[in-house]
């Protein structure tokens, strides 16, 4: 999340209204509304990387893909939110809206100096609040690691690294760490991508 851009708080419906005709996207918790700022280039290629293997992996079946510009509604006795995952997977057919979906499975954030503090606690927090959600995965653009939290677990971190690979359970995925890097420079150097692998 960005700077507050309304001091007066709105209602969910007018933030959904006015986003859609907003030229910035903003993410919306309990009435307030914050600016987003843009991606690195990096972070862009990582989102697309991951966004290609499981879209791959998961065509022709019930889930779908959602890149950034399709929100994670979390809402609860006390608290609603409406935020921008990097990524989201969500599986059930009745979870049709056109701008946000309700239960995904899988989000993943790509992190980033200014999102990294809110992406670990505030999103990580309210996202832990969807029943449906499974697994939420933070991905570092500085150095190949890959965090995997997952309800299986109580939440527990689960850290991957360089040649390791990754196992999305969501999704049923094994993705080498290589793969979520592929054309990314560390210190002048591309890791190299390798195709996803399916059990």
């Not at 309990?30 to 700022?37: K, T």
């Not at 560390?186 to 390798?194: A, I, L, P, S, Y």
Request: a negative charge.
């Amino acid at each position: 999340m960005g700077q507050t851009a309304e001091v007066k708080p709105v209602d969910a419906e007018q933030y959904l209204e006015g986003e859609r005709f907003a030229e910035v996207r903003h993410e919306y918790v309990n009435g307030r509304v914050y600016a987003m700022v843009g991606a690195s280039a990096r972070h862009n290629v990582i989102a697309l990387n991951l966004a290609m293997a499981l879209r791959e992996r998961l065509r022709g079946g019930p889930c779908q893909v959602f890149m950034s510009d399709v929100k994670a509604h979390v809402r609860t006795a006390s608290d609603e939110c409406f935020f921008y995952p990097d990524l989201m997977v969500a599986c059930d057919p009745a979870d049709d809206h056109d701008y946000y979906r309700d239960r995904p499975v899988l989000i993943v954030e790509v992190l980033s100096d200014s999102t990294e503090r809110t992406d670990r606690a505030d999103k990580f927090h309210a996202y832990r609040a969807l029943d449906s959600l499974e697994e939420y995965v933070l991905v570092a653009q500085d150095v190949p690691r890959v965090e995997v939290y997952r309800r299986g677990t109580a939440w527990d971190l689960e850290l991957h690294g360089e040649g390791d690979a990754l196992r999305l359970d969501s999704v049923d995925l094994d993705l080498p760490v290589e793969a979520v890097y592929e054309s990314v420079a560390f210190e002048g150097q591309f890791v190299e991508g390798r195709a996803a692998s399916r059990r």
